[in-house]
């Protein structure tokens, strides 16, 4: 079975394959945006947004590459590197988000830009030593839960300080992670042992999850 196959003999991967795709039509947005806005800090909040959703889609991409080996032969070394690719890309993106927020919107002291930091160190570490990738990955998990956790807190200290259109984008960002929160959770492969005969239902309900919170995020930020 080649990729393409592979792709479309599955209802999650074709839901991936559209979330890509808006991903990075979001992404294209944010840049054009942030080129045509004269305002510097606005431009590098939309670079920043368009820097994260891109991440996400590269992300989404190891990820599928990481399936379609394991599918294929298991386990393997390549599938592990594929795998801390997709972590090395998304803590970056992770980072780029919280450098954004902090240091543009809420202006916090980098709290967790420190934390999403870690994060990228750990899954850098994990790419050249895949023999301890288990470890690496549990601390780069507990990091990243404390800055996606952080991202929401800050949301919500956006939609109490502000009032207006801004209120506005501050709400559906806070909702679009909050989706985007629960459809990583979901996408944890522990999960599967979890959920039993209704883990089809999680690998479904994971993308969809995600799809929907990144367009609300989207479309609310760039309006």
Same mark, same amino acid.
């Given at each position: 079975?080649?990729?393409?196959?592979?792709?479309?003999?599955?209802?999650?991967? =074709?839901?991936?394959? !559209?979330? =890509?795709?808006?991903?990075?039509? +979001?992404?294209?947005?944010?840049?054009?945006?942030?080129?045509?806005?004269?305002?510097?800090?606005?431009?590098?909040?939309?670079?920043?947004?368009?820097? +994260?959703?891109?991440?996400?889609?590269?992300?989404?991409?190891?990820?599928? *590459?990481?399936?379609?080996?394991?599918?294929?032969?298991?386990?393997?070394?390549?599938?592990?590197?594929?795998?801390?690719?997709?972590?090395?890309?998304?803590?970056?993106?992770?980072?780029?988000?919280?450098?954004?927020?902090?240091?543009?919107?809420?202006?916090?002291?980098?709290? +967790?830009?420190?934390?999403?930091?870690?994060?990228?160190?750990?899954?850098? =570490?994990?790419?050249?030593?895949?023999?301890?990738?288990? !470890?690496?990955?549990?601390?780069?998990?507990?990091?990243?839960?404390?800055?996606?956790?952080? =991202?929401?807190?800050?949301?919500?200290?956006?939609?109490?300080?502000?009032?207006?259109?801004?209120?506005?984008?501050?709400?559906?960002?806070?909702?679009?992670?909050?989706?985007?929160?629960?459809?990583?959770?979901?996408?944890?492969?522990?999960?599967?042992?979890? *959920?039993?005969?209704?883990?089809?239902?999680?690998?479904?309900?994971?993308?969809?999850?995600?799809?929907?919170?990144?367009?609300?995020?989207?479309?609310?930020?760039?309006?």
């Amino acid at each position: 079975m080649n990729m393409i196959e592979f792709i479309l003999g599955s209802p999650r991967n =074709i839901i991936i394959i !559209i979330m =890509i795709l808006i991903l990075i039509v +979001f992404c294209i947005l944010f840049f054009y945006k942030g080129l045509k806005d004269d305002d510097n800090n606005i431009k590098k909040i939309n670079y920043g947004y368009g820097i +994260f959703i891109f991440g996400y889609a590269l992300t989404r991409i190891f990820f599928l *590459f990481s399936d379609y080996e394991r599918f294929l032969n298991g386990l393997t070394n390549l599938h592990y590197m594929y795998v801390s690719i997709a972590y090395t890309i998304s803590m970056f993106a992770l980072l780029v988000i919280s450098l954004v927020i902090e240091r543009y919107l809420v202006k916090f002291k980098y709290i +967790f830009v420190i934390s999403s930091a870690i994060a990228l160190l750990f899954s850098i =570490i994990s790419l050249f030593a895949l023999e301890i990738q288990s !470890i690496t990955q549990i601390i780069m998990y507990i990091a990243a839960g404390i800055v996606l956790l952080g =991202i929401i807190g800050m949301y919500i200290y956006l939609v109490i300080k502000l009032s207006g259109k801004y209120r506005r984008r501050a709400l559906g960002a806070l909702f679009g992670f909050l989706l985007i929160a629960i459809g990583l959770i979901l996408d944890i492969r522990v999960l599967e042992d979890i *959920f039993g005969t209704l883990d089809p239902v999680r690998q479904i309900v994971s993308p969809i999850s995600m799809l929907i919170g990144f367009i609300i995020f989207g479309i609310t930020q760039i309006e």
